[in-house]
């Protein structure tokens, strides 16, 4: 079942309900808005942060439930050569330009078509030059609810050579936000992760996991290690970083045992910026819940963060003629008697 609210000036939202799952969208930002689902016990709660006010998803900062573009994550000081031109992006984020630029992707209205019972489609053209890339990029992001699973699915191509690094920047909370996130087991299937300086931007420097606080192959606490005395963990306030993958699906889990809710998270793309919420500041969310540090997780699958600078052949560089074309799902089960 679909039904449409709308909100204002073209802004909609967009319910998509099964026996499963009731899931909120919006067409501005593509936003994840409400993931509804119950427990162990029957109880239904609300697994992602957002606001009741939509002026809120306008005017702040964090693209709490937003797909994020052009660019997830950082350019290194809003500069990058591409065909031996060079671009200039906003700097919004100390020295560089982070997700998209001060209007990208997360701040704007998507057309969109109802598919069928279970799909949405949403589209966007960003005209050449937008936040000063490359190329006319013509958009699209289909979002599926089939059972327990939300899909969302991204598509582009391009007018001229251009950067493109899609992602979504959903906040979860399994708790149904009784609770911070220390008490919720992540697995991540990676093995090695990316360091960053002080300002969250990829050094370039990779570690193995192995011996380290970053080492979730098996289920672990997030509260057992995001506080540990790890330097790359002082320096990003807590996890802030990029883990590359090392199998091709149902790549992250994350369960919280009191609830037995549980989220698997599978993508095509070949790593996710894992992310502790360090910078949540207090802020008014929904159902009049403040939101602080640590009370949500983000799992942004993507691309490597910085690629036109550190990667020989980047993989953000989508060529004109070429398409991207890539998957996230996202699976919320009850597991009974964790």
Same mark, same amino acid.
């Given at each position: 079942?679909?039904?449409?609210?709308?909100?204002?000036?073209?802004?909609?939202?967009?319910?998509?309900?099964?026996?499963?799952?009731?899931?909120?969208?919006?067409?501005?930002?593509?936003?994840?808005?409400?993931?509804l689902?119950?427990?162990?016990?029957?109880?239904?709660?609300?697994?992602?942060? +957002?606001?009741?006010?939509?002026?809120?998803?306008?005017?702040?900062?964090?693209?709490?439930?937003?797909?994020?573009?052009?660019?997830?994550?950082?350019?290194?000081?809003?500069?990058?050569?591409?065909?031996?031109?060079?671009?200039?992006?906003?700097?919004?984020?100390?020295?560089?330009?982070?997700?998209?630029?001060?209007?990208?992707?997360?701040y704007?209205?998507?057309?969109?078509?109802?598919?069928?019972?279970?799909?949405?489609?949403? !589209?966007?053209?960003?005209?050449?030059?937008?936040?000063?890339?490359?190329?006319?990029?013509?958009?699209?992001?289909?979002y599926?609810?089939? +059972?327990?699973?939300?899909?969302m699915?991204?598509?582009?191509?391009?007018?001229?050579?251009?950067?493109?690094?899609?992602?979504? !920047?959903?906040?979860?909370?399994?708790?149904?936000?009784?609770?911070n996130?220390?008490? !919720?087991?992540?697995?991540?299937?990676?093995?090695?992760?990316a360091?960053?300086?002080?300002?969250?931007?990829?050094?370039?420097?990779?570690?193995?996991?192995?011996?380290?606080?970053?080492?979730?192959n098996?289920?672990?606490?997030?509260?057992?290690?995001?506080?540990?005395?790890?330097?790359?963990?002082?320096?990003?306030? +807590?996890f802030?970083?990029?883990?590359?993958?090392?199998?091709?699906?149902?790549?992250?889990?994350?369960?919280?045992?009191?609830?037995?809710?549980?989220?698997?998270?599978?993508?095509?793309?070949?790593?996710?910026?894992?992310?502790?919420?360090?910078?949540?500041?207090?802020?008014?969310?929904?159902? +009049?819940? !403040?939101y602080?540090?640590?009370?949500?997780?983000?799992?942004?699958t993507?691309?490597?963060?910085d690629?036109?600078?550190?990667?020989?052949?980047?993989?953000?560089?989508?060529?004109?003629?070429?398409?991207?074309?890539?998957?996230?799902?996202?699976?919320?089960?009850?597991?009974?008697?964790?």
């Amino acid at each position: 079942m679909i039904k449409i609210e709308k909100v204002e000036n073209n802004i909609d939202l967009i319910t998509l309900k099964n026996d499963e799952l009731e899931v909120v969208v919006s067409n501005y930002g593509c936003t994840l808005v409400k993931v509804l689902m119950k427990d162990q016990a029957g109880n239904v709660d609300d697994v992602v942060l +957002g606001y009741d006010d939509f002026k809120s998803y306008q005017t702040l900062d964090a693209y709490i439930g937003a797909l994020v573009g052009r660019v997830a994550n950082r350019i290194k000081k809003g500069t990058f050569e591409l065909n031996g031109q060079t671009y200039h992006l906003p700097i919004n984020n100390g020295p560089n330009s982070l997700h998209g630029g001060i209007k990208g992707f997360s701040y704007q209205v998507f057309d969109y078509q109802v598919l069928d019972e279970t799909s949405v489609e949403f !589209h966007y053209v960003s005209k050449d030059g937008e936040e000063g890339y490359p190329g006319e990029l013509d958009f699209k992001a289909i979002y599926s609810l089939e +059972g327990d699973t939300l899909t969302m699915h991204y598509h582009a191509t391009t007018s001229k050579d251009t950067l493109i690094n899609i992602t979504n !920047h959903s906040y979860f909370n399994l708790s149904g936000k009784k609770e911070n996130v220390y008490q !919720h087991l992540l697995k991540v299937h990676a093995d090695r992760f990316a360091c960053i300086d002080p300002d969250g931007l990829p050094t370039g420097e990779i570690k193995d996991v192995k011996g380290t606080s970053f080492d979730f192959n098996e289920f672990a606490y997030i509260g057992d290690r995001v506080d540990n005395d790890d330097e790359q963990l002082q320096l990003g306030k +807590g996890f802030d970083h990029p883990m590359f993958f090392n199998t091709k699906e149902n790549q992250v889990e994350l369960v919280h045992e009191k609830t037995g809710r549980k989220l698997t998270v599978s993508t095509t793309l070949p790593q996710a910026q894992i992310y502790t919420a360090n910078y949540l500041d207090g802020r008014l969310g929904k159902y +009049g819940q !403040h939101y602080n540090a640590r009370d949500a997780i983000c799992i942004e699958t993507q691309n490597m963060p910085d690629a036109i600078h550190l990667e020989e052949n980047p993989s953000t560089i989508l060529k004109a003629g070429d398409t991207y074309d890539e998957k996230t799902s996202y699976k919320f089960e009850v597991i009974k008697n964790l």
